[in-house]
């Protein structure tokens, strides 16, 4: 991320009788949005009294190559996706990105856990109240073991997806994948589908490891891991998990070809109630 970020004056357009003391706040991109706005993060002033369909336009108008990105681009503040009458606040966190392609910085607050057993030597994770974990790892991931921490007495099945770097995408052979997360939102998003996921099916407990930055073909990408009393509710609680977090979780995944380089835009939808 840019450690001095720009500072953009609000335009006069959006200025209104009581925007006497302007709020400022940080915006960061992510994914092929990055490389259209060219900054990480940048800082902007809006008016004192400003929702976030506004702050959004504003973001647009700024760094107009967005605009390609069509009614697909994303847009989260605090760390969640926003709906067009949110209220935005000074010293708020903005985030504009792609839609995920979940097959994926500032310092951001996040709780943090010492892992149980990841088979990695580092690893952010997601505090839970049970033993349900969510993680995000730079290290290689080692799946037996991801897979061993919810073998318990309980249980009678366990369903574990290992989710890879394929070499041959579309006829054009891969080199490597390099994959992007907005670490925190990515972890908090993490945490609601293990929720779901015991409302939804008969499951004991859910674990989710991401793997991020450069991956070599071969090397595991993200598995899901789940326990159940019985296996058909594990084999149905897994599909779901890799499905909604494909479209849900802010990871993105970068392919370099022999001949380019393109990040994979996902097919999840904008929750908020405002358009390009």
Not at 206 to 230: K, W
Request: with cysteine.
């Amino acid at each position: 991320m840019n450690r001095n970020p720009a500072v953009i004056v609000c335009n006069s357009r959006m200025a209104t009788s009581n925007n006497i003391n302007p709020i400022r706040v940080r915006v960061f991109f992510f994914g092929a949005a990055r490389n259209a706005a060219g900054h990480g993060q940048v800082e902007i002033e809006l008016p004192s009294s400003c929702h976030a369909a506004n702050a959004f336009e504003r973001v647009l108008m700024a760094y107009p190559a967005l605009r390609r990105f069509g009614r697909s681009l994303l847009f989260a503040v605090n760390q969640e996706y926003a709906l067009g009458d949110r209220e935005i606040h000074d010293g708020d966190e903005l985030a504009v990105f792609p839609p995920v392609s979940g097959g994926g910085g500032a310092n951001h607050d996040r709780t943090r856990t010492q892992p149980l057993n990841t088979g990695n030597a580092r690893a952010s994770a997601a505090s839970t109240p049970n033993k349900d974990f969510f993680e995000l790892t730079t290290d290689p991931i080692e799946v037996g073991a991801i897979a061993r921490r919810v073998v318990l007495p309980e249980c009678g099945a366990t369903v574990t997806l290992d989710g890879y770097a394929r070499e041959w995408t579309g006829g054009r052979r891969t080199l490597h994948l390099v994959y992007e997360a907005y670490e925190p939102m990515a972890l908090t998003e993490m945490q609601r589908l293990g929720r779901e996921a015991h409302q939804h099916f008969d499951v004991a407990h859910i674990g989710i490891v991401h793997r991020t930055g450069r991956l070599e073909i071969g090397e595991t990408s993200v598995v899901i891991t789940v326990s159940a009393p019985h296996r058909g509710a594990a084999f149905e609680a897994c599909e779901w998990a890799i499905r909604e977090l494909k479209r849900t979780v802010p990871i993105w995944k970068k392919e370099v070809f022999e001949d380019g380089e393109v990040w994979v835009e996902g097919e999840g939808a904008n929750p908020a109630n405002f358009t390009l």
